[in-house]
Nanobody
Framework: QVQLVESGGGLVQAGGSLRLSCAAS????????MGWFRQAPGKEHQFVAA????????AYADSVKGRFTISRDNAKNTVYLQMNSLKPEDTAVYYC????????????????????WGQGTQVTVSS
């Protein structure tokens, strides 16, 4: 089992920044590819960003490319999502997710490709 706990959400004005963290425990963190998803009210989970187990490969949704940055610190068992130039449409509950990966460079962008999920953290961007 892997436990994931997100933190760092909150209320921010449009144009502002937030940094989300996701702390993992239970299994060797460096064995897991990680991802961030979000869910706005009344909408499906949306892929936001993914990072390989080594941190050498990343992927982003087009809607956040150039504004968000995913990173990980395997020594701290933590994955981050730096969100800059936030827009009201970024308002959602943000979830981190993990999946065991035998490949150091593989990325997962599909919701159903992930095995473990955190409880989510609310991000609200006011206009």
């Amino acid at each position: 089992q892997v436990q994931l706990v997100e933190s760092g959400g909150g209320l921010v004005q449009a144009g502002g920044s937030l940094r989300l963290s996701c702390a993992a425990s239970g299994r060797p963190f460096s064995s897991y590819a990680m991802g961030w998803f979000r869910q706005a009210p009344g909408k499906e989970h949306q892929f936001v960003a993914a990072i390989s187990r080594s941190g050498g490969s990343t992927a982003y949704a087009d809607s956040v490319k150039g504004r968000f940055t995913i990173s990980r610190d395997n020594a701290k068992n933590t994955v981050y999502l730096q969100m800059n130039s936030l827009k009201p449409e970024d308002t959602a509950v943000y979830y981190c997710a993990s999946r065991y990966s035998s490949s150091t460079s593989a990325l997962r962008t599909g919701r159903y490709e992930y095995d473990y999920w955190g409880q989510g953290t609310q991000v609200t961007v006011s206009s």
